[in-house]
């Protein structure tokens, strides 16, 4: 699991690339899950995968990416690194993946599973299931506001619908197999459906709980990825740190929050997995001053005093890695202010927030610290979707 500060920072971005090539050629990894939607995230699938895309681009294929905040994935880093993929798969026999694991794409969601049982199985039960399942969703516009509020106001809502789709798909899966991984992109849409279906509903009631369905969905994609290519398969993961980091070593534990990178660590043995925070001192960084506004490029402020990356820069203001391998590491396991930067940001703010309380010791298992950062460098999307 390789995290990140900031979903703005070109070096996160950088080094999470040459770590998962290195992981590639050297070690065996096969599959990538990333922070984004499944629907986007297959498009790059299909193109480093060579399944049809003809003589599109890199950074054409990221043109998929258009649901905000776009930046995210569609940046020149990511193009590069898609570019490396794209290369490698042509030379080699096992063939690795991009999937998206996020939760956000209901609708696109929705429309991929009746699409294809359209076109794969006609006449069938789940094609009945899939339609009945969208209709629900119809009279909401493709607003996931608009539904989660209606769903906290009244009993009639589509949780029958999508868990029925979603079981019956996963009954009849060994239909819908192929060269072309259409039973996963088939099975994982549904399941983004009924989890979707599920993370809108909490919105309106709990932030807490609303967490905690979404990481739960993306630890069941990741899981449903690996048993798709088999258990053997090795997978990286690209998350913020607030996602791989062990919710448990932070004050997420507090509010009953937990998070991908501790269900992962309670659903497996600790040596079969590993987490890389990283951070930074200061610098710059892409992000929005609110939801769905446009981003920008911002400074980002020297680290609070006596946070962890005012403390790693005090000791030499250059880059370095720790790595927490033995029980000589008490001094990175007491309770500090460790900085985290959303797609949302307001610099003049951060001394009143942006600090999360963490024990980084037992929160990662290493960590990567760029003294100095710099913005990503997006791609410009035609269309995007708020």
Same mark, same amino acid.
């Given at each position: 699991?390789?995290?990140?500060? @900031? ?7 950088? &080094? ?31 193109? &480093? ?21 776009? !930046? ?34 209901? !609708? ?26 969208? @209709? ?32 019956? &798909? ?25 989890? #979707? ?101 911002? #400074? ?61 010791? @037992? ?24």
């Amino acid at each position: 699991m390789l995290g990140e500060a @900031s979903h703005g920072t070109s070096e996160f971005y950088t &080094i999470r690339a040459e770590l998962s090539k290195r992981l590639i050629q050297e070690k065996g990894f096969s599959l990538i899950a990333v922070e984004g939607d499944w629907p986007s995230s297959r498009q790059v699938n299909r193109f &480093i995968k060579g399944y049809g895309h003809g003589g599109k681009t890199a950074r054409e294929v990221l043109q998929a990416f258009t649901r905000w905040p776009t !930046w995210m994935w569609a940046n020149e880093e990511i193009a590069e690194f898609i570019d490396w993929l794209k290369l490698h798969n042509e030379h080699s026999e096992i063939k690795t993946g991009f999937y998206g694991i996020d939760i956000y794409s209901l !609708w696109e969601s929705m429309d991929e599973v009746v699409h294809y049982l359209t076109h794969t199985n006609p006449a069938g039960a789940d094609l009945e299931l899939a339609k009945k399942a969208f @209709s629900c969703f119809e009279p909401f516009n493709r607003e996931p506001e608009g539904y989660a509020i209606s769903s906290a106001n009244f009993s009639t809502v589509c949780v029958d619908e999508v868990s029925k789709l979603l079981a019956s &798909i996963r009954a009849n899966e060994e239909h819908y197999r192929d060269e072309q991984e259409n039973g996963l992109n088939l099975e994982i849409n549904a399941l983004v459906t009924k989890n #979707a279906e599920d993370y809108y509903r909490a919105m309106v009631k709990s932030g807490e709980i609303s967490w905690n369905i979404r990481d739960e969905h993306m630890v069941e994609a990741i899981n449903e990825v690996r048993d798709y290519h088999g258990q053997d398969a090795k997978i990286i993961i690209w998350e913020h740190n607030t996602h791989i980091g062990d919710a448990r070593a932070t004050d997420m534990r507090n509010d009953g929050m937990l998070n991908v990178g501790q269900v992962l660590r309670e659903q497996n043995r600790p040596e079969d997995v590993f987490a890389v925070g990283f951070g930074s001192y200061d610098g710059t960084v892409i992000a929005s001053q609110a939801w769905g506004v446009p981003y920008e490029v911002m #400074a980002v402020p020297p680290a609070r005093v006596n946070s962890w990356e005012e403390i790693l820069h005090r000791t030499g203001a250059h880059n370095k890695y720790l790595l927490f391998d033995s029980g000589n590491f008490t001094s990175f396991d007491r309770w500090t202010g460790h900085r985290a930067i959303g797609v949302v940001y307001n610099p003049e703010h951060e001394a009143h927030g942006n600090y999360v309380p963490s024990r980084i010791a @037992s929160r990662y298992d290493a960590f990567v610290f760029i003294d100095r950062t710099k913005a990503l460098l997006p791609l410009e999307i035609k269309n995007p979707v708020l």
